[in-house]
């Protein structure tokens, strides 16, 4: 997780006794991990060549500054998918960073897909088939909206916790797209209507639109509030309905720990990843045995101990398979 202040300069010096975390609601007891940025690094670059990713296609050359300095100076290995109706391999595995930028300089365009699901899912499956002494991470570079995916938020989630994957996403407008931000609530410590939380003022016409016309979805918000962990279940209700793929980008970063940018141009994306670049070696790892491993998605909470002046990223879900999985 990154902890900055306010004015968005990094928080070095917090120890584990400065952090809360609840796994369903119950406080665990946690360590943070040491010298992380030092471990070897597995990054699978996920671009987006068909539907509306045509046209920001020229915006991906000359990467391999930008490229080297977010995997850092460590042992790494790199690799590039891309995707419009399906994902494919453009480039496998390689400790050659240049191999990657050179490939991403001459993308062809693709079909009218925008498989944004699909060619995440292809990530985790290279990752996975690295070593399990690499961090494991994903660079997306898409429009925000899935289009044409066999996979499902659900799914795609389930696999990014599974193999521990962080995100960092990148996305350009997709056209005609609502802005879905279901996630984001999951760092709001007030959602819901301004006329109180059960109140039907909320869908009258001087409330807040989303609520507007939608009671049930109001009662969602109202429920989760009186019982954080059952955030996840609005997730799922929102997820069932299509909601969330309307910014899929967004959604999948902010869930796992990630972080999102818009870009409009390449002087918009390289400023992103610079950005990324000096963030990633700031990060906080803190690692906990669950107290409670019942099989499932389990809802993650992370606070800070008096500390109202600083804000904070960080993964808000993990899935357990199995009562015999560590």
């Given at each position: 997780?990154?902890?900055k202040?306010?004015?968005?300069?990094?928080v070095?010096?917090l120890?584990?006794?400065?952090f809360?975390?609840?796994?369903?609601?119950v406080?665990?007891q946690?360590r943070?991990?040491?010298?992380?940025?030092?471990?070897?690094?597995a990054?699978?670059?996920?671009?987006?060549?068909?539907?509306?990713g045509?046209?920001h296609?020229?915006?991906y050359a000359?990467?391999?500054?930008?490229?080297?300095a977010?995997?850092g100076?460590?042992?790494?290995?790199v690799?590039?998918i891309?995707f419009?109706?399906?994902?494919?391999?453009l480039?496998?595995?390689?400790?050659?960073t240049?191999?990657?930028?050179k490939?991403?300089?001459?993308?062809?365009?693709?079909?009218e897909?925008a498989?944004?699901?699909?060619?995440v899912?292809k990530?985790?499956?290279?990752?996975?088939?690295?070593p399990p002494?690499?961090?494991?991470?994903?660079?997306?570079?898409?429009?925000?909206r899935?289009?044409?995916?066999?996979?499902?938020?659900n799914?795609?989630?389930?696999?990014?916790?599974?193999?521990?994957i962080?995100?960092?996403?990148?996305?350009?407008?997709?056209?005609?797209?609502?802005?879905?931000?279901e996630?984001?609530?999951f760092?709001?410590?007030?959602?819901?209507?301004a006329?109180?939380?059960?109140?039907?003022?909320?869908?009258?016409?001087?409330a807040?639109?989303e609520?507007?016309g939608?009671?049930?979805?109001?009662?969602?918000?109202?429920?989760?509030q009186?019982?954080p962990?059952?955030?996840?279940?609005?997730?799922?209700?929102?997820?069932?309905?299509?909601?969330?793929k309307?910014n899929?980008?967004?959604?999948?970063?902010?869930?796992?720990?990630?972080e999102?940018?818009?870009?409009?141009?390449a002087?918009?994306?390289?400023?992103?990843?610079?950005?990324?670049?000096?963030?990633?070696?700031?990060?906080?790892?803190?690692?906990?045995?669950?107290s409670?491993?019942?099989?499932?998605?389990?809802?993650?909470k992370v606070?800070?101990?008096g500390?109202?002046?600083?804000v904070m990223k960080?993964?808000t879900?993990?899935?357990?398979?199995?009562?015999?999985?560590?």
């Amino acid at each position: 997780m990154l902890v900055k202040t306010k004015g968005g300069q990094v928080v070095f010096e917090l120890t584990a006794d400065d952090f809360v975390v609840t796994d369903d609601g119950v406080p665990q007891q946690l360590r943070i991990e040491e010298d992380t940025d030092g471990r070897p690094l597995a990054l699978a670059v996920v671009v987006e060549t068909g539907g509306a990713g045509t046209r920001h296609l020229a915006d991906y050359a000359a990467l391999d500054a930008v490229l080297d300095a977010l995997i850092g100076n460590v042992e790494h290995r790199v690799m590039l998918i891309g995707f419009d109706s399906a994902p494919h391999l453009l480039t496998a595995v390689t400790e050659n960073t240049e191999d990657v930028s050179k490939r991403l300089s001459r993308l062809n365009p693709g079909d009218e897909g925008a498989a944004i699901l699909d060619g995440v899912a292809k990530a985790v499956e290279e990752l996975n088939a690295q070593p399990p002494r690499f961090r494991r991470a994903i660079l997306l570079l898409s429009e925000t909206r899935d289009q044409g995916s066999t996979t499902t938020l659900n799914e795609a989630l389930k696999l990014i916790s599974d193999a521990n994957i962080t995100m960092y996403s990148f996305g350009f407008s997709s056209t005609g797209a609502g802005v879905g931000h279901e996630a984001s609530k999951f760092n709001q410590s007030q959602p819901g209507p301004a006329h109180g939380c059960f109140s039907r003022d909320g869908a009258d016409a001087e409330a807040d639109s989303e609520y507007r016309g939608h009671y049930s979805k109001q009662v969602l918000d109202c429920i989760s509030q009186l019982a954080p962990p059952l955030r996840l279940a609005t997730m799922a209700w929102i997820a069932a309905s299509d909601g969330l793929k309307k910014n899929t980008a967004e959604s999948i970063a902010g869930l796992t720990g990630g972080e999102f940018f818009h870009f409009k141009d390449a002087k918009d994306l390289r400023a992103g990843l610079i950005r990324v670049s000096n963030d990633v070696p700031n990060y906080y790892v803190l690692s906990f045995r669950p107290s409670a491993a019942t099989p499932g998605l389990h809802a993650l909470k992370v606070e800070l101990k008096g500390r109202p002046g600083l804000v904070m990223k960080a993964r808000t879900e993990y899935w357990i398979d199995s009562e015999s999985e560590p």
